[in-house]
């Protein structure tokens, strides 16, 4: 597990993919060979088993780490390079905490590659989200409210990623400094309106790792611009 979790330390860039969503085959190289660290598969909705292989074996054309994020057991595909399980704190819904997860084990028992597997701690904080609406996710949180979900999971269950979840629109920075000032070992990860070169700075300025994933399908140059915005960012030093 200690393996796994350091091979994502690394991850400043991560490019995350819908296997329900078109994208040509040169947008996928572009992407691909963009520089990026990562790329991440999943989605909330529309996500199966066959669009998922058919997106990791294009992927799988390209030499760089592929995660996929199970949102959904029949899309769980063999073949990646490691799996991110995400927990939504902030709902009232068990099922997304740990419910989904206990059905998992019980379907797929020692089949489970548990070495390759890294939970994640999500956050929801876009109320109007897909991902907040199909978790019943409380997103109209204080920054000190996110901040406290976000201390369960770092100091409470010790995950190895706490991931602020804007989903399609871009996140209020204060309440993404109030959450970082007070994660100490999971790393920080954010996702959610980044669509060019500023908001991918304002973000890498304040987490580990940034996730950048709609801009891909309405354009994708912006998308690669992101890159470099946030690999040349550094971590700005709270007190």
Known sequence: MNEIRQSIQPWRHVFKLDP????????????????TDAIL???STGVTYENTTRLLARVR??????????????????????????MVLN?????????????????????????L?????????NEDSSVARLTGADSRLSARGAAAYAQIADKLMQLPVVYIEYSGTFGNMETV????????????????????EAE??????????????????RDVQQALFTVQAVKQTPKIQLD
């Open 20 to 35: 329900d969503r078109e994208l040509g085959d040169q947008e996928l190289e572009a992407i691909c060979c963009s520089g």
């Open 41 to 43: 598969v999943g989605g």
């Open 200 to 217: 991918a700075e304002q973000a890498a300025a304040l987490c580990d790792t940034v996730v950048v994933g709609n801009i891909i399908y």
């Open 91 to 115: 709902t009232s819904d068990t099922e997304w905490i740990f419910g989904h997860h206990r059905k998992a084990i019980e379907r797929f028992g020692s089949l489970i590659p548990w070495e």
């Open 177 to 196: 400094r109030e959450v970082r000032e007070t994660v100490e070992n999971s790393q920080l990860f954010y996702g959610g309106g980044i669509t060019g």
């Open 117 to 125: 597997l890294l939970t994640e701690g999500y956050i929801v904080l």
């Open 61 to 86: 054309q390209y030499e760089l780490p592929c995660a996929l994020e199970v949102s959904n057991l029949e899309a769980a595909v063999p073949g990646f390079d490691l799996y991110m399980i995400p």
